[in-house]
């Protein structure tokens, strides 16, 4: 318990002196677009976004950035390390927790894994100083990192009760596939409760996995409807993708009623992820199957109806983890 003190007093003197930059104007432009473009999976056409943020010292571009350059490559590199090192040096849980896992990496596989001169478990040893102590005076975000670094499931379910939607999703997840120690009756309540709990909480996913989960075992049609229109004005790819595709009977599901003009206009949303997640084949497909049941100025309505909710909603996402494996 000394160590980790230690550690973590001197964790907070190195982020005291690497204090998050404070962007200009067109820096945060930057960041914000680099965000949305990785958040679509445009790895590559977010990457020089976010390097402008880092450069400038934005720990969280920083941390993604680290992400969007080992995704493209695979595996840690020399690159990726030198830009989760900068997030972590200003205190950055996940950043730490990546280079602790690099040790794990493919570049390990190939041996040519960065050489720092700092061993992975280190970084570990960091996050868990910086982290153990908020993480026992009740801090959700923190019992989370916890559970990552450690992958103690008491860590899990703690942050879950603390409110964590992240947490309560994956308890959802866990207690689905049968982890845990519960009755098979008790076993499908938690997977509720929890995916419900995780989309009061704002995660998309769980909106969109409470609604199956009411759909196939409780037929609450009306409240599953609710959560999958909640999902795609939150953006989510899979919310947006149903809802549409549901308003416009392509299949008919859920008990949605008939609204061609709105169906068509927020599948069409989804041209804007072209280039991300392999979503235009769907678009292609989907499309002109609504298109077939409408007139010409049901399509121009419905053309008009996808630029106001573009001005009215955010960005769609894929909403990835924020930790990637």
């Not at 050489?115 to 478990?121: I, R, Y």
């Not at 953006?235 to 709105?262: I, N, Q, T």
Request: proline share 5%; charged share 25%.
């Amino acid at each position: 318990m000394k160590t980790s003190a230690f550690l973590f007093s001197i964790l907070l003197s190195i982020v005291s002196l690497s204090a998050n930059a404070e962007l200009k104007p067109e820096q945060t432009l930057a960041k914000n677009k680099g965000l949305v473009l990785y958040n679509q999976l445009k790895i590559d056409l977010a990457t020089p976004y976010l390097k402008t943020a880092s450069e400038a010292g934005d720990s969280e571009s920083q941390y993604y950035l680290a992400e969007a350059i080992r995704q493209t490559n695979r595996y840690m590199t020399p690159e990726a390390e030198k830009w989760y090192e900068a997030a972590a040096r200003q205190g950055n849980y996940y950043a730490m927790i990546q280079l602790g896992r690099s040790g794990n990496d493919l570049c390990k596989v190939m041996s040519n894994c960065p050489d720092s001169g700092k061993p992975p478990v280190d970084w570990l040893k960091n996050a868990r100083a910086l982290a153990e102590p908020l993480a026992e005076k009740g801090d959700a975000e923190a019992m989370y990192v916890m559970y990552e670094i450690t992958l103690n499931r008491d860590w899990l379910e703690k942050s879950a009760n603390a409110g964590n939607p992240d947490a309560q999703f994956w308890m959802a997840i866990g207690d689905k596939q049968g982890e845990g120690f519960l009755l098979p009756w008790k076993r499908k309540e938690a997977v509720g409760n929890w995916f419900k709990a995780s989309a009061e909480g704002g995660n998309p996913r769980a909106m969109m996995e409470y609604a199956a989960y009411l759909y196939e075992n409780e037929g609450d049609l009306k409240v599953a409807r609710h959560w999958i229109k909640v999902a795609a004005e939150k953006g989510y790819k899979s919310g947006v993708s149903s809802y549409g595709a549901y308003l416009a009977h392509a299949p008919e599901r859920f008990g949605f009623e008939l609204d061609l003009v709105k169906g068509y206009a927020i599948t069409s949303l989804l041209k804007d992820l072209d280039g991300g997640g392999n979503v235009q084949v769907y678009v292609e497909e989907v499309l002109p199957e609504i298109a077939e049941k409408m007139t010409s100025q049901q399509i121009k309505e419905a053309e008009d109806f996808a630029i106001q909710w573009k001005k009215s909603h955010p960005p769609l996402s894929f909403f990835p983890d924020k930790l990637s494996r």
